[in-house]
């Protein structure tokens, strides 16, 4: 049940993105409608995030897992019945709030089912690939759906699964029967900051490609989000229950592994961009057959996160996510010195290295910051786990994407509108070009995205632990807590 859960919100993000043309056609929401549309959950469940793994572990996580459920079914109904743009923005910005009660819960229950390091570190190599195959499946589930049953099937395809998973959260999902108790009264503040400065952030990464990075507008939402950010660790050391406690970032483990995953997620999630483009714009595959032919990168993460579970527990967590990120930046290399005319050939071998490198690499690395998180602010690690995921991403897709709108721009080509591509809707107006100035940029943005990842790998080989080691003390409890059903 939590990977059909998780499943359900790596689906959610990409779904909705290959029926942006079917929606032009059937509502009329122009340039900034469709923005809104495509980013709206992406923006919602990175502003979420964090203030919902604190109330998973104040309120009880399975609640969280079931109000997340219930909450994004709802808003699917909602946006199958909605018969205008802003009906169909404020669904998805509704779906996103409830996967951000669903995200951390289902990685923080994992701590409570498996209290043994060795299963858990199975459960998170699971969680990691179920994460991304729900992701890599929405645009050939999108595809197909959109083709034969019109837009409205991209929000009524998570019904039946939101059904089937709600009815098995009883038996299957376990909570304790006696809650753990909660870090003190609510930091409201910390709340707040958090909200504001992601919100600010991520609106202005999304926004920067489309409005350029020099609008007023942006500015000042990365003011925003610094300012928010400049608060939060000065009010945190003043709250008797930090929000974050500033002991977390003290440990070596944990920041490193966060910003190897925020690295690496920069990557990943740019170049699944650019190489959505490649086969789109270049070889003219339609949006289902470009979501069949990234199926081999799913393969590669899976033999990859396989692989992660023989090599990690031998040779630590250091050196696996250290080779996996080295891979990662290996596969860029089929990207980056691809010929102008050279196929779908350079797509495979990027999807194979730097796929299997990835699902390699993400389950120690997750691992390390759930295991330097104390058991009873789980939901938390695991929030911020997914947060750095999120907000890496959409930095990635953003910043890659206007490397490659830059290379047009420099070559005089027409402005044009950009395929909607997953992960991420429409983040730049990339121009109409020949297949040389289009490789060209491509050879920039896929250098760029190997440097992320060689600092991925550079961060871990300097920071991270070379086996992980029991973990945080207070993960264990002297008297662990009874559950209902076991898994």
């Known amino acids: 049940m939590l990977c059909t859960g998780l499943f359900l919100i790596g689906l959610d993000v990409t779904v909705m993105n290959v029926a942006l043309p079917s929606l032009q056609s059937a509502l009329d929401p122009g340039p900034q409608g469709l923005l809104w549309i495509a980013d ?283 080779t996996g990120m080295l891979l990662v930046a290996s596969g860029f290399g089929f990207l980056a010195l691809a010929p102008p005319v050279s196929g779908y050939g350079p797509a495979v071998g990027y999807q194979l290295v730097a796929g299997f490198g990835a699902g390699l690499a993400a389950p120690p690395a997750t691992e390390a910051v759930l295991g330097a998180v104390p058991g009873e602010q789980a939901g938390t690690g695991a929030a911020v786990n997914d947060l750095v995921r999120e907000v890496g991403g959409a930095l990635g897709i953003a910043v890659l994407g206007s490397l490659l709108a830059a290379h047009h721009a420099q070559a005089g080509a027409p402005r044009g509108p950009l395929p909607h591509s997953p992960p991420a809707g429409p983040c730049a107006a990339l121009p109409a070009a020949p297949s040389v100035t289009f490789m060209n940029g491509l050879h920039t943005a896929s250098w760029a995205a190997a440097a992320a990842a060689l600092s991925a790998a550079l961060i871990a080989a300097v920071g991270l632990p070379r086996h992980a080691g029991p973990a945080h003390p207070a993960a264990q409890p002297a008297h662990a807590p009874q559950l209902e059903s076991e898994l």
């Open 40 to 322: 709206a959950y992406t923006l919602a469940l990175a502003c979420c995030l964090l203030v919902a793994g604190v109330w998973s572990d104040t309120h009880g996580r399975r609640r969280a897992f079931t109000l997340g459920l219930a909450l994004c079914g709802a808003a699917s109904v909602a946006g199958g019945l909605a018969t205008g743009t802003g009906q169909v923005v404020a669904a998805r910005l509704a779906m996103g709030c409830g996967a951000a009660l669903l995200m951390p819960s289902t990685l923080s229950l994992i701590t409570v089912v498996f209290p043994d390091p060795a299963g858990r570190r199975k459960a998170v190599a699971v969680w990691a690939l179920v994460a991304g195959l729900g992701a890599l499946a929405g645009p050939v589930i999108g595809g197909l759906l959109v083709e034969h049953y019109g837009w409205r099937a991209g929000f009524w395809i998570n019904v039946p699964v939101v059904v089937v998973t709600l009815a098995g959260t009883g038996w299957w999902v376990p909570e304790s029967r006696h809650p753990r108790p909660g870090p003190g009264p609510p930091d409201r503040v910390g709340m707040g900051a958090v909200t504001c400065g992601m919100g600010a952030l991520v609106w202005s990464i999304i926004q920067g490609p489309v409005r350029g990075w020099i609008d007023p507008a942006i500015g000042a939402g990365f003011i925003l989000a610094v300012l928010a950010f400049a608060l939060l660790p000065w009010w945190e050391k003043r709250h008797p229950a930090p929000l974050l406690p500033p002991r977390l970032f003290a440990d070596r483990r944990f920041t490193a592994a966060v910003a190897a995953l925020a690295w690496m997620f920069f990557a990943l999630f740019g170049s699944l961009f650019l190489l959505t483009l490649y086969l789109q714009t270049q070889l003219h595959y339609a949006p289902a057959q470009t979501g069949l032919r990234l199926l081999p990168l799913a393969a590669a993460l899976g033999a990859g996160a396989g692989a992660s579970l023989l090599i990690a527990p031998r040779w630590g967590d250091r050196l696996t996510v250290t």
